[in-house]
C-alpha cells in the first residue's frame, strides 16, 4: 500500500482533458513538500514530467500541467493524444518515515 | 546531457548476493547537490526507492530493506553501486539508477533499467 494514494486507472478519448489525482497526508504533501511527476511509458523506464508541483522540464509539452492544494495534488493532461498511454507516478517526500521519498502506486492512463 | 547506465548479472540465485553498477556520463558524480539513487520496481508493480549515496559516501538505505542493502561509490570510475545480498524471489524486478536533486527532492536523469530476476 503506497504512502501516496494515486487512482489504478484513468481514460480518455484523444482530444480530450483528463486530470490524475494523488492524495497524501499531513506528513508528505500537506507538510508542503513539493509533488513530482513521471511518465513511463511502455516498456522504458520513468521519465521526469512535473517538477516542484507545476514546473515542466525543458521538452515536456504544455499539455501537461500540475497543481498541488492541502494534502493532494494533481496532473492535467489535455489534447489527450495516443502517445500519453502510459503509467503515471506521483512522489514527495515525508517526513515520518525517517525522511524518505515516497511514490503512488501509479495510474495507468488509456487513450480510448 | 547526463545518463545513467545500469550493468550486473540479470539472474540471481536465492540467497546470493545481486550486485549492480550504474555508470554516469555526461556529469561528474562528484558534483554538489546531486544525489545517486536506486529505485526497484517490482513486475507490474509501482516504483519503490531502495536508498542514495551522496559522493562523500553518506548513505540513506530505505528501512524495508536496510538490513541487507549496501550503495557504494567509486569517483575514480564515475560510478555507483548496490548489493542487496540474502535475496528471494520477492527481490525479483526492474532496478534503476537516477540522480536525484537533492534538496529539492526528484529524480531528474534515470538509467534505463535492469531486469534481475532471483531463481534457482
Known amino acids: 500500500q503506497s504512502v501516496l494514494t494515486q487512482p489504478p486507472s484513468v481514460s480518455g478519448a484523444p482530444g480530450q482533458r483528463v486530470t490524475i489525482s494523488c492524495t497524501g497526508s499531513?506528513?508528505?504533501?500537506?507538510?508542503?513538500?513539493?509533488v513530482h511527476w513521471y511518465q513511463q511509458l511502455p516498456g522504458t523506464a520513468p521519465k521526469l514530467l512535473i517538477y516542484?508541483?507545476?514546473n515542466r522540464p525543458s521538452g515536456v509539452p504544455d499539455r501537461f500541467s500540475g497543481s498541488k492544494s492541502g494534502t493532494s495534488a494533481s496532473l492535467a493532461i489535455t489534447g489527450l493524444q495516443a502517445v500519453d498511454e502510459a503509467d503515471y507516478y506521483c512522489?514527495?517526500?515525508?517526513?515520518?518515515?525517517?525522511?524518505?521519498?515516497?511514490f503512488g502506486g501509479g495510474t495507468k492512463l488509456t487513450v480510448l | 546531457q547526463v545518463q545513467l547506465q545500469e550493468s550486473g548479472p540479470g539472474l540471481v540465485k536465492p540467497s546470493q548476493t545481486l550486485s549492480l553498477t550504474c555508470a554516469v556520463s555526461?556529469?561528474?558524480?562528484?558534483?554538489?547537490?546531486?544525489?545517486w539513487s536506486w529505485i526497484r520496481q517490482r513486475p507490474g508493480k509501482g516504483l519503490e526507492l531502495i536508498g542514495y549515496?551522496?559522493?562523500?559516501?553518506?548513505?540513506y538505505y530505505t528501512s524495508s530493506l536496510k538490513s541487507r542493502v549496501t550503495i557504494s561509490v567509486d569517483t575514480s570510475n564515475n560510478q555507483f553501486s548496490l548489493k542487496l545480498n540474502s535475496v528471494t524471489a520477492a527481490d525479483t524486478a526492474f532496478y534503476y539508477c537516477?540522480?536525484?536533486?537533492?534538496?529539492?527532492?526528484?529524480?531528474?536523469?534515470w538509467g534505463q533499467g535492469t531486469l534481475v530476476i532471483v531463481s534457482s
Open positions: 537516477a540522480r536525484e536533486v537533492h534538496g529539492d527532492y526528484y529524480f531528474d536523469c
Open positions: 555526461g556529469d561528474s558524480i562528484i558534483s554538489s547537490g546531486y544525489y
Open positions: 549515496i551522496y559522493y562523500s559516501g553518506s548513505t
Open positions: 499531513s506528513s508528505n504533501i500537506g507538510a508542503g513538500y513539493d
Open positions: 516542484g508541483n507545476s
Open positions: 512522489q514527495s517526500y515525508d517526513s515520518s518515515l525517517s525522511g524518505s521519498w515516497v
